[in-house]
């Protein structure tokens, strides 16, 4: 998974589920200043067998503003507001990044095998690396934190105040 850093907001990532920070893969070259690279604990020798510096250089060319997850086959772009499909100006971004982009990003994976399984034949991946595992939401716990400390001043200030006077 790569979260892109352009599109995230004054409380972090706009991804829908927050993902366990554990699972962020810091890599060489500029990647990190424009996304960050998820993928699952002892995977990360693998995920450098995908991502290479030029899949990273198209990255960042291309798909930059975009969240994008590998799954399986599949590569899936986020934006934050939904596609305009009648924009022939956004139709050839998709085309270009899906040219470029996916085309790598398959290129890297056809000869991939997760040694994890036992057989190389098998083009199947390990069930530890097929997901990404999620993590606490730190905004959650910040407002959370927030709401019982008020709740706590406004039930215990009192009392407190009063065995003051007292």
């Known amino acids: 998974m790569l979260d892109s850093k352009a599109n995230n907001s004054i ?8 993902l366990d920070r554990k699972q962020i893969l810091h890599v060489e070259g500029d990647l990190d200043r424009y996304f960050t690279l ?11 067998y995908i991502f290479t510096p030029d899949l990273m250089a198209l990255l960042i060319d291309e798909a930059a503003p975009f969240d994008v997850e590998l799954v399986d086959d599949w590569m899936f772009v986020y934006a934050t507001h939904p596609f305009d499909m009648t924009d022939p100006a956004v139709l050839q971004r998709l085309l270009t990044i899906a040219g ?26 390990a069930p530890q690396g097929a997901r990404l595992k999620r993590g606490i939401p ?10 019982v400390v008020i709740w706590g001043w406004t039930f215990f200030g009192p009392i407190i105040a009063a065995f003051r006077r007292g």
Not at 11 to 18: D, V
Not at 100 to 125: H, I, K, M, N
Not at 138 to 147: P, R
Request: charged share 20%; net charge negative; proline share 4%.
């Open 100 to 125: 470029t982009v996916g085309a790598t990003a398959l290129r890297q994976t056809e000869r991939y095998s997760d040694a994890r399984v036992g057989d190389f034949d098998a083009d199947v991946v």
């Open 38 to 48: 998820y993928c699952p604990a002892q995977y990360e020798q693998d995920a450098l």
């Open 11 to 18: 409380f972090g990532s706009n991804l829908p589920a927050t």
């Open 138 to 147: 730190v905004a959650a716990i910040a407002i959370v934190t927030v709401f």
